[in-house]
C-alpha cells in the first residue's frame, strides 16, 4: 500500500458526460501528480499541483482540468468525454517539488467511456 | 519532448531464469526509476537511481544508470512465478522538473 489513495476505483459514463476522479496524496506529500495510462500510449504525465499550486502541465487536454485543495486532496476534472479518454487514470505523490524525489502511485480509477 | 525507448516488449521465460530489460532515452537523463505493475494496480517503485554509472539492487533486482545518462537496464536473477507483471522504466530529463516520462513497458511472463 503506497499510501495515496484514489476514488472511485471504477466509473462508467457516456459521452459527453462529465466526472471528477479524487486523490488523496501520502501524510505529508505537497506534490501531486495526475497520469493517464492508455493502451495506446502507456503512462503520460498530465499534470502537477505542488501545496495548492499548478506546477507542471503534460499532455494534458483543454477538456481536462484539476485543482488541489487546501487539504492537499486533487481533484481531477474530466469533460465532453470522448470514448478516447477510456483509461486509467493515476494519481502519484511526492514530499516536496524536487527533481530527485520518489513518486508514490495511487491505485488508480478506470474510466470507461460508453 | 523525450522519449524512452523500453525493451523487450514482452518476455516468457521459465521459473528460475534470469532477466534483462533496458530503456534508451533520446536526450539525457538524471533520474532513472524502475516500477512494476500488477494488474488493475498502480505502478511500485522497485529501484530509484541518481548517478550516473550508479549500480543498486534490491533483493533478485539489479538496476544500473547508464554511463552515457541515456540509458538503464534492469536485471532480475532467478526469476519466480510473482515476478509476472509490467515493468515500465521512467526517467526524469535535465529540463523536466519533477515530472516522469515512461517507457512502454516490458510484460514479464514467467512459467512455473
Known amino acids: 500500500d503506497s499510501g495515496v489513495t484514489q476514488t472511485p476505483k471504477h466509473l462508467i459514463t457516456a459521452t459527453g458526460q462529465r466526472v471528477t476522479l479524487r486523490c488523496s496524496p501520502r501524510?505529508?506529500?505537497?506534490?501531486v501528480y495526475w497520469y493517464q495510462q492508455s493502451l495506446d500510449q502507456g503512462l503520460q504525465f498530465l499534470i502537477q499541483?505542488?501545496?495548492?499550486?499548478?506546477?507542471a502541465k503534460g499532455n494534458i487536454l483543454e477538456r481536462f482540468s484539476a485543482q488541489q485543495f487546501p487539504d492537499l486532496h486533487s481533484e481531477l476534472n474530466l469533460s465532453s468525454l470522448e470514448l478516447g479518454d477510456s483509461a486509467l487514470y493515476f494519481c502519484?505523490?511526492?514530499?516536496?517539488?524536487?527533481?530527485?524525489?520518489?513518486?508514490?502511485f495511487g491505485p488508480g480509477t478506470r474510466l470507461l467511456v460508453l | 519532448g523525450q522519449q524512452l525507448n523500453q525493451s523487450p516488449q514482452s518476455m516468457f521465460i521459465q521459473e528460475g531464469e534470469d532477466v534483462s530489460m533496458n530503456c534508451t532515452s533520446s536526450?539525457?537523463?538524471?533520474?532513472w526509476l524502475w516500477y512494476k505493475q500488477d494488474p488493475g494496480e498502480g505502478p511500485v517503485l522497485l529501484i530509484a537511481?541518481?548517478?550516473?554509472?550508479e549500480l543498486t539492487s534490491n533483493g533478485r533486482l539489479t538496476a544500473q544508470f547508464g554511463i552515457t545518462r541515456k540509458d538503464s537496464f534492469l536485471n532480475i536473477s532467478a526469476s519466480i512465478p510473482s515476478d509476472v507483471g509490467i515493468y515500465f522504466c521512467?526517467?526524469?530529463?535535465?529540463?523536466?522538473?519533477?515530472?516522469?516520462?515512461f517507457g512502454e513497458g516490458t510484460q514479464l511472463t514467467v512459467n512455473p
Open positions: 521512467a526517467g526524469r530529463g535535465e529540463t523536466s522538473g519533477s515530472r516522469l516520462t
Open positions: 502519484a505523490s511526492s514530499e516536496w517539488d524536487y527533481s530527485r524525489e520518489t513518486q508514490y
Open positions: 501524510s505529508g506529500d505537497l506534490s
Open positions: 537511481l541518481y548517478k550516473a554509472g
Open positions: 536526450s539525457i537523463f538524471n533520474t
Open positions: 499541483y505542488y501545496n495548492g499550486e499548478e506546477r
